[in-house]
């Protein structure tokens, strides 16, 4: 799973570097096996946000991209539209993708992360409840949007976020993009037509890994 999401992330034109930041030798070794690049980390970082800031703070480059580990799927074009804001926008910190929803039932899966925006695209909430409530006919741009798991940082940015206290919301929901906007800074939100299949359940592996044998026979 991980060399699917390490390639498909070098993959990413506007990608320079990919690395790997484990603390469990097992996922180290596999990467070493494919040639990929690998960090070592502390064993004790409570959030993946923590951990990538260990390993951020030790690079010279001014974006950090998140691609989480458990998104074999994830589209090279949906890192680069995810960064693509950074290109023309020098205040911009932070940013994330979204897909729009079709399907009530993926809508309500708590698994399936939501997300709702500004007019101007930028987040309001991210949430495991299916938002926003829609009370009649769904307006063009209400949603709902799936939020898929990458996000930009700048890297100043990032290590100030990684030493931020925990907050309420985050807590919660067990999200930690919400410690970003409890804590009053933005988050971009650019939305995609690509989705993205987060392995957080065995069902999930199992439709991912025949989606992977679809696309090897393809």
Known sequence: ??????????????????IVATDDERIAEAVRRFGGDVRMTKPDHLTGTDRLAEVA???????????QGDEPLIEPESINAAIEPFRS?????MSTVCRRLSNAEEAADPNVVKVVTDRRGVALYFSRAPIPYLRGPQDEGAGPYKHIGLYVYRREFLLQVAA??????????SLEQLRVLEHGFSIKVVQTTHDSIGVDTP???????RLVTVETRA
């Open 1 to 18: 799973m991980v060399e699917h999401v390490y390639r498909r992330a070098a993959a990413a034109h506007y990608v320079d570097r990919v």
């Open 57 to 67: 703070a030790s690079l010279d480059c001014d974006l950090i991209v998140n691609v």
């Open 89 to 93: 926008d020098s205040a911009l910190v």
């Open 164 to 173: 931020l206290a925990p907050t309420p919301l985050e807590r919660s929901e």
């Open 203 to 209: 069902e999930d592996l199992e439709r991912v890994r």
